[in-house]
Antibody
């Protein structure tokens, strides 16, 4: 079955850029059936959607993070990636990749990665 | 921007009891765009309900969702030991994307 796996540095320095990759296995990121998303969760807190990308490269970002976020897709590697610039301690969180069905009458995340903790600290 | 509010913050119940969780939106939300998730410690969220009332694949029928407009409810008819977790509602807006509620923790009384 389809699985998502996040990877990337677990520690990032303040003011630097956080970079994560989500590898899709058992399925194709080129499928036109899904939007590929990033969601984060600060320790002990709730969920925050960061943004999503379609295989064509079209994106939609959370307005509160839009100025710092870039999501890209690499169909040759079956991966999609997140870059978050100018990070601060407030960006410390577990970062999840997830998929949402598209186009769809419904909007929800039906598959999630296990998440990866990224700590922002010097 | 639509803000989701969940109540109560914590619900303390015993196994076998009924749990009723509320999700209220600051503006009317399309029922098609309302979902519920369960999250256990150290795990990713799991989809329970989409379209306000449709159970996701493999979700037991003790979980049910209802509501429309600004008021939505997740009901667990009889709590099983594995149901003690945090529950989040989520909505989608075309201009703002996805928004999650702050969560309701269901713990053992």
């Amino acid at each position: 079955q389809v699985q998502l796996q996040e990877s990337g540095p677990g520690l990032v320095k303040p003011s630097e850029t956080l970079s994560l990759t989500c590898t899709v296995s058992g399925g194709s990121v080129s499928s036109g059936s899904y939007y590929w998303s990033w969601i984060r969760q600060p320790p002990g807190k709730g969920l925050e959607w960061i943004g999503y990308i379609y295989y064509s490269g079209s994106t939609n970002y959370n307005p509160s993070l839009k100025s710092r976020v870039t999501i890209s897709v690499d169909t040759s590697k079956n991966q999609f990636s997140l870059k978050l610039s100018s990070v601060t301690a407030a960006d410390t969180a577990v970062y999840y990749c997830a998929r949402a069905r598209a186009p769809s009458r419904y909007w929800y995340f039906d598959l999630w990665g296990r998440g990866t903790l990224v700590t922002v600290s010097s | 921007e639509i803000v989701l509010t969940q109540s109560p913050g914590t619900l303390s119940l015993s196994p076998g009891e009924r749990a009723t969780l509320s999700c209220r939106a600051s503006q009317s939300v399309s029922s098609s765009y309302l979902a519920w998730y369960q999250q256990k410690p150290g795990q990713a969220p799991r989809l329970l309900i989409y379209g306000a009332s449709s159970r996701a694949t493999g979700i037991p029928d003790r979980f049910s969702g209802s509501g429309s407009g600004t008021d939505f409810t997740l009901t667990i008819s009889r709590l099983e030991p594995e149901d003690f977790a945090v529950y989040y509602c989520q909505q989608y807006g075309s201009s703002t994307g996805f928004t999650f509620g702050p969560g309701t923790k269901v713990d053992i009384k």
